[in-house]
């Protein structure tokens, strides 16, 4: 009885539990979470996983807008639009990237408004050698005809955040920029951050087991700012290649 079978079934068992073992990922309970504040007070509205919902890419969007209201009743803000998007957060599409892909819109109140948009914290078995890429792009409009001012008030001073291992803003920051996002009057005015310039993706060095990202800023009474990030965590093509090839070895041996 020939063994060239079993090993080839072995070859392929063993792939498998690679690929398990290293793209299985679990979010956080809070998928979404926006916190508003400003000289009124300050509130919280988040997003809980529907564990229904975790049977591949976790796709999900704002139904209807939602009021920031103070624990006393005051209206801080409006969440008008979101958009989330996590890659196959239980794996069973095997390799791909991890994705964290955040949309908003939001209003300030009657009072400069201070805004905190979190994604959920993105954990996986971890990747060695792993490359990452992140881009955003914000929008300010003034709405009452007196300009409008988007300030990013991350740890840097920027308005989008994307780190990895530990949660935003504890973790290790792999990019942060938009300092700032000036409308003139009765119009709308655009930052954008791309990390690294060019496109493709950059090396992170060590091992990588989780990711999240963070929108951070303050935004003139009334006026209105929304924006789209997307960051995202490969393992480094070499790694990849190494498997596939030690694979391809042990089909040819006797």
């Known amino acids: 009885?020939?063994?060239?079978?079993?090993?080839?079934?072995?070859?392929?068992?063993?792939?498998?539990?690679?690929?398990?073992?290293?793209?299985?990922?679990?979010?956080?309970?809070?998928?979404?979470?926006?916190?508003?504040?400003?000289?009124?007070?300050?509130?919280?509205?988040?997003?809980?996983?529907?564990?229904?919902?975790?049977?591949?890419?976790?796709?999900?969007?704002?139904?209807?807008?939602?009021?920031?209201?103070?624990?006393?009743?005051?209206?801080?803000?409006?969440?008008?639009?979101?958009?989330?998007?996590?890659?196959?957060?239980?794996?069973?599409?095997?390799?791909?990237?991890?994705?964290?892909?955040?949309?908003?819109?939001?209003?300030?109140?009657?009072?400069?408004?201070?805004?905190?948009?979190?994604?959920?914290?993105?954990?996986?078995?971890?990747i060695a050698n792993a490359s990452g890429r992140a881009s955003a792009s914000i929008t300010a409009t003034d709405v009452l005809g007196g300009g409008a001012v988007l300030t990013g008030s991350g740890p840097g001073g920027g308005a989008y955040l994307a780190q990895y291992n530990g949660f935003v803003p504890g973790g290790a920051t792999f990019a942060e920029g938009i300092q700032s996002v000036i409308a003139p009057i009765n119009g709308s005015n655009s930052g954008s951050l791309n990390e690294p310039n060019g496109g493709g993706f950059q090396a992170i060095g060590g091992s990588v087991a989780n990711m999240s990202a963070q929108l951070n800023f303050n935004l003139t009474a009334f006026d209105i700012a929304s924006g789209t990030s997307n960051y995202e965590i490969v393992p480094e093509p070499a790694s990849l290649g190494l498997l596939l090839i030690g694979a391809a070895t042990m089909f040819r041996r006797r």
């Open 1 to 126: 009885m020939t063994t060239r079978p079993i090993r080839a079934m072995f070859a392929l068992a063993t792939i498998g539990m690679i690929s398990c073992s290293v793209w299985a990922t679990t979010l956080s309970d809070v998928t979404f979470q926006i916190r508003a504040s400003n000289d009124m007070g300050s509130g919280t509205w988040e997003l809980r996983i529907n564990p229904e919902d975790l049977n591949g890419d976790y796709d999900w969007a704002l139904p209807s807008p939602v009021n920031i209201m103070s624990s006393t009743g005051e209206k801080l803000g409006t969440l008008t639009e979101a958009s989330l998007f996590y890659a196959d957060p239980d794996g069973v599409d095997g390799p791909a990237s991890q994705q964290v892909t955040l949309g908003f819109a939001v209003q300030a109140g009657a009072l400069d408004t201070d805004f905190s948009i979190d994604s959920a914290f993105v954990q996986f078995a971890p």
